[in-house]
C-alpha cells in the first residue's frame, strides 16, 4: 500500500557531506512526524531526528549543529542533510514516516535502509 524509499547513502570521508533523501508513495492520505534513525553495526536503531508536518524538528545530541531534516510536503519527501560527518555516524539509516492511509488507518511505515559509510 504504501512504500518508502531511501536514496542517498554512500561512502564518504570524515568530515564530508551527504544528503539522505526518502520518498513515500502509495495510498496516502497524508503524513505526521517523518524522521530519520540509524543503527549501526552491534547496537540498537536510535534516533536521528525527526520533523512534523508543520515543520517542526527534533534532533539527537549526536547530530545536533551538524545535521538538518527537511520536508517536502508536495513530494511526500524527507531530507537528512548531513555535514562534518564523523566515523561513528557510519550506520544504516532508516526512514519512517507516520502516515494516515486513504482507507482511514494510521500506519508506522520503515523504509528499507540506505548505508552511511564515514572513513578514510
Known amino acids: 500500500q504504501v512504500q518508502l524509499v531511501e536514496s542517498g547513502g554512500d561512502l564518504v570521508q570524515p568530515g564530508g557531506s551527504l544528503r539522505l533523501s526518502c520518498a513515500a508513495s502509495?495510498?496516502?492520505?497524508?503524513?505526521?512526524?517523518m524522521g530519520w534513525y540509524r543503527q549501526a553495526p552491534g547496537a540498537e536503531r536510535e534516533l536521528v531526528a525527526f520533523i512534523s508536518s508543520g515543520g517542526s524538528t527534533n534532533y539527537a545530541d549526536s547530530g545536533k549543529g551538524r545535521f538538518t531534516i527537511s520536508r517536502d510536503n508536495a513530494k511526500n519527501t524527507v531530507y537528512l542533510q548531513m555535514n562534518s560527518l564523523k566515523p561513528e555516524d557510519t550506520a544504516i539509516y532508516y526512514c519512517?514516516?507516520?502516515?494516515?492511509?486513504?482507507?482511514?488507518?494510521?500506519?508506522?511505515?520503515w523504509g528499507r535502509g540506505t548505508q552511511v559509510t564515514v572513513s578514510s
Open positions: 502509495g495510498s496516502i492520505f497524508s503524513i505526521n512526524n
Open positions: 519512517n514516516a507516520k502516515i494516515i492511509l486513504r482507507t482511514g488507518a494510521f500506519v508506522d511505515y
